[in-house]
């Protein structure tokens, strides 16, 4: 006989009780439950993730609330980085309260040391204003990539020459896979230049890669990929710089993400003084991203030289880039986004079992 599990739910938009068997994962039945029925989050693990991914919209989500810290009815503090005892690892907590959703939330990523490869998780809690009650715990690893890809792909939209057609990322993990998706879509690109070494020799990845788009090329050398890019993603997890000045043959928008090493930093800090910078919150970002703390450090850098913010940028009121030189944006990742993210998806699973 097959084990049955129960778990009932009470939202404030809808109730409903999951029934799951050991086969079934969190593809279930949903049925009406009673008001007596004790409380419980939404579960929601990494292969419910991943079926609802193409349903939920990314762009409009993070474009919403990017907009609402603009007008001050969305909250972001710092993320907070607390270390476990005796070395044994750490985890980050990005936190965000979205007003107009009537939601807050924490992301916990921890990073757990083990005898061979780190142990790296992400897991998102969504709560309600009204009630206070947890509305969905989700696993976020695969959510950490979209919401990542999407602020690039805001920025992409709001800084990029208007006439740009050629596109470069580096790097061909996860991260940049989803940048590229997120990416062709913005502009009629006549080309979009992929580099990765993980990729040299690899026929079964580069035609993965290559089928992502009609206008991919796949690049077996850095400097070709770059060559003549109007837009530069980096999508890599490497510490130190992947670029040198001599690989960009005009002025570009270049963009870059965060890894989990200790000052990260994709671009030469030295370079931040010759740029239009700009990154996904002025409040937060220049504290934490490698680059710009080096830059303030060793370089006579200022962060009050960032010329915008996603929330300016989206509000119509930060200044465009010169297009006469370097353009940066930098993100860190914001636990706004990931409370975002998770607030579209559980509205998502929401509407699939109120139908």
């Given amino acids: 006989m097959q084990a049955i599990f129960t778990i009932k739910v009470q939202t404030g938009l809808f109730d409903f009780r999951i029934v799951l068997t050991p086969q079934a994962g969190n593809d279930v039945e949903s049925r009406p439950m009673s008001s007596t029925d004790k409380v419980f989050p939404l579960i929601v693990q990494q292969d419910a993730v991943r079926k609802a991914l193409p349903h939920l919209d990314v762009r409009g989500a993070l474009t919403r609330m990017?907009?609402?810290l603009a007008n001050d009815s969305a909250v972001q503090p710092p993320q907070t980085f607390t270390p476990f005892p005796q070395g044994a690892g750490d985890f980050i907590t990005?936190?965000?309260?979205?007003?107009?959703?009537?939601?807050?939330?924490?992301?916990?990523?921890?990073?757990i040391v083990t005898e061979s490869k780190p142990v790296v998780t992400a897991w998102t809690a969504l709560m309600s204003m009204e009630t206070g009650q947890p509305l969905m715990w989700c696993d976020a690893g695969l959510l950490t990539i979209e919401r990542t890809a999407g602020a690039t792909a805001l920025a992409v939209d709001h800084l990029a020459v208007?006439?740009?057609?050629?596109?470069?990322i580096v790097g061909a993990g996860a991260v940049g896979q989803a940048h590229l998706r997120h990416l062709a879509a913005l502009r009629p690109w006549d080309s979009i230049n992929v580099f990765s070494p993980e990729l040299a020799g690899n026929e079964a990845k580069r035609a993965a890669i290559s089928a992502l788009h009609d206008r991919v090329l796949v690049c077996t050398k850095l400097e070709d990929c770059l060559r003549d890019a109007d837009v530069v993603a980096l999508c890599t997890s490497?510490?130190?710089p992947v670029l040198s000045e001599e690989m960009l043959t005009k002025?570009?928008?270049?963009?870059?993400?965060?890894?989990?090493v200790a000052n990260a930093h994709e671009i030469p800090p030295a370079w931040l003084r010759n740029m239009d910078v700009y990154c996904d919150y002025?409040?937060?970002?220049?504290?934490?991203?490698?680059e710009m703390k080096l830059a303030a450090q060793l370089h006579d850098w200022?962060?009050?030289?960032?010329?915008?913010?996603?929330?300016?940028?989206?509000?119509?009121?930060?200044?465009?880039?010169s297009w006469r030189q370097?353009?940066?944006?930098?993100?860190?990742g914001l636990g706004l986004e990931d409370v975002a993210i998770a607030n579209e998806l559980f509205r998502h699973l929401a509407g699939q079992r109120s139908d």
């Fill in 66 to 68: 990017f907009l609402a």
């Fill in 282 to 290: 002025r409040q937060t970002t220049p504290a934490s991203a490698g």
């Fill in 302 to 321: 200022s962060p009050a030289s960032v010329l915008g913010d996603l929330p300016e940028l989206v509000s119509g009121t930060a200044r465009k880039p």
């Fill in 251 to 260: 002025p570009a928008l270049i963009t870059s993400i965060s890894t989990n």
């Fill in 238 to 240: 490497s510490g130190t």
């Fill in 326 to 332: 370097h353009a940066f944006f930098r993100s860190i």
């Fill in 162 to 168: 208007p006439h740009a057609r050629r596109l470069a």
């Fill in 94 to 111: 990005y936190l965000g309260v979205m007003a107009d959703a009537k939601v807050f939330g924490a992301k916990l990523s921890p990073c």
